[in-house]
């Protein structure tokens, strides 16, 4: 009783030590785990966009040098390059500008630089931006250039504004940016993507939840909207949930955010960043870690300056409380290992005895396995003695059956034939007498009597023919015509499958010599690929129905 008392305050201390379970469930479960399966395939989404950039590009330089089809295909690099690799999207900027001036077409040289100056805002190059933003000639746009013109000054603003993170000017950065954002307006189309998108920054601005939120809404229910049209919008009506203190809220849009981003290989992004700092605070160090991890990547193959310095910050404290995790593991494990060194010897102990104990039952076992053993040999071979008892049996009723019914038959006859020959004797009709005796056919008598063993042989041995025939070749087999019954090599074996080996009396049944009967068991035997001194016994064990 000691002993057991002891055992179980072991597991007590251990249960003891082990941390608290995890809380249930919460709505953005089914999210974050859909962004750490995406995540797990990130490379097959970056190399979709790689293979419709390599065959862009091949196209770009299949294309004479002053060629407006060039700068068009230029442009749709552009596209794929500008939200995933700053450099070969600035690289394309100038190769445009260059076509656009060899082209000397002044509307394709401002549309050079408001790409150029698009992909300087996402490196964080504020100084540039706003040089390459001051050099374009919006008269040169068209309406929706002028749209993209205008709202890219009410981002650089905005940007610049959240960079430098001073009250004394980042209201009027604001407020540039508000106004930008006004302009930009009127040249938008009511109900479009970019028209809300650019109302749902003016929201983000001025903290306007309810309109950010409205306006998400009706982004959702656009038709055609891509899933990179989708992350923006999110992560727009994220910040405005973050600011109202509804965290959860601006969780699952995040995540919804993010999510979109893997799908469609953006690395210019800030989702996902905001993912690792809010499951930081949530305590979620395993998921916080993964985030702060992808960002840190993303933002380095962007080359993401601004995005890199304030992921620097957030990735040391995470990382720096992994460290600290990790050194509190350690200690815990130290302690588990202690326990269960003294667990491990008590369990040892408690092994000893056990095994004592096993090795007596395993003896009985051994002993009552051999007697199980020996007994089951002895109803195995009670069992097939008892089949083929059985089946003896039924081949002796059969034959009895068939013996007595073809002796009744044969009696039948003889007395009609003995009436037949008194009759005529008595008459003195002695021609008759020989006429009848000749009307007797004993070969037909014969054939009658065999096809009627034939039958109740099959009758009792259906798979004769077929177990028969699988001791030949192909070539060798017997083949029979479908109202046939038995050859006379098959009735032979047939008799010897019935335990009638004798050749002679074979020979009386069969009506042959026994010279025949030796001819045909040699010749069958010969034509078989079994050894002829196993062919009889392989014949002896077909099996009855």
Not at 296 to 317: C, D, G, L, N, P
Request: glycine letters at 4%.
């Amino acid at each position: 009783m000691r002993f057991f008392v002891f055992f179980l305050s072991f597991w007590g201390l251990l249960l003891g030590a082990l941390p608290p379970a995890a809380a249930g469930p919460n709505p953005a479960d089914s999210l974050l785990t859909e962004l750490n399966q995406v995540l797990a395939q990130k490379k097959t989404y970056d190399e979709q966009r790689w293979n419709r950039i390599r065959l862009l590009t091949a196209e770009f330089a299949s294309r004479p040098v002053n060629d407006d089809a060039k700068f068009a295909v230029g442009l749709r690099i552009y596209e794929e390059y500008k939200a995933f690799k700053y450099d070969s999207a600035f690289v394309y900027c100038q190769k445009m500008l260059r076509l656009a001036e060899q082209l000397k077409q002044p509307e394709k040289i401002e549309v050079a630089k408001l790409k150029l100056a698009f992909v300087l805002l996402s490196s964080g190059l504020f100084k540039e931006t706003f040089e390459t933003l001051d050099g374009i000639d919006p008269r040169q746009l068209s309406k929706e250039d002028k749209q993209s013109f205008y709202f890219l000054q009410a981002r650089a603003y905005s940007d610049l504004g959240d960079f430098n993170q001073d009250q004394t000017y980042r209201p009027a950065y604001y407020a540039k940016a508000l106004a930008y954002a006004d302009t930009t307006l009127l040249f938008c189309q009511p109900g479009s993507y970019d028209y809300l998108s650019v109302q749902g920054f003016r929201a983000q601005k001025t903290g306007n939840l309810a309109a950010g939120a409205a306006l998400y809404q009706q982004v959702q229910r656009l038709p055609h909207l891509t899933l990179h049209q989708l992350a923006v919008s999110a992560s727009t009506t994220a910040y405005l949930y973050e600011l109202a203190g509804q965290p959860e809220k601006a969780f699952e849009l995040l995540l919804v955010s993010a999510i979109a981003d893997v799908k469609t290989a953006t690395k210019e992004t800030t989702a996902i960043f905001k993912l690792s700092d809010y499951c930081y605070r949530q305590g979620d160090l395993k998921n916080a870690y993964t985030f702060i991890k992808e960002a840190r990547e993303e933002a380095t193959f962007y080359k993401a300056r601004q995005r890199q310095i304030e992921i620097s910050h957030v990735s040391s404290v995470i990382e720096g409380q992994k460290i600290n995790i990790i050194e509190n593991q350690r200690k815990s494990l130290k302690t588990y290992a202690i326990i269960m060194t003294l667990l491990a010897g008590v369990v040892i102990t408690f092994a000893g005895i056990s095994v004592k104990q096993l090795q007596k039952v395993r003896k009985a076992d051994r002993l009552i396995f051999a007697a199980n053993q020996e007994l089951q040999a002895r109803n195995d071979v009670l069992r097939q003695l008892n089949d083929d008892l059985n089946e003896a049996n039924k081949i002796k009723e059969e034959y009895i059956g068939f013996y007595f019914h073809n002796n009744s038959q044969y009696i039948d006859k003889i007395e009609a034939l003995k009436k037949r020959l008194d009759n005529l004797l008595s008459s003195k009709q002695y021609a008759s007498v020989q006429k009848l005796i000749d009307s007797v056919n004993i070969k037909n008598e014969r054939n009658e009597l065999l096809k009627g063993f034939d039958s109740v042989f099959l009758r009792l041995f259906p798979n004769f023919i077929a177990q028969f025939n699988a001791l030949f070749r192909e070539e060798e087999r017997i083949k029979l015509a479908e109202d046939s019954l038995l050859t006379t090599e098959l009735r032979i074996f047939a008799l010897i499958r019935l335990g009638i080996d004798d050749s002679e009396q074979i020979s009386r049944m069969l009506g042959y010599s026994i010279n025949t009967i030796y001819t045909y068991k040699t010749r069958v035997k010969n034509r078989s690929f079994l050894p002829n001194d196993e062919f009889e016994a392989r014949i002896q064990a077909i099996q009855a129905v």
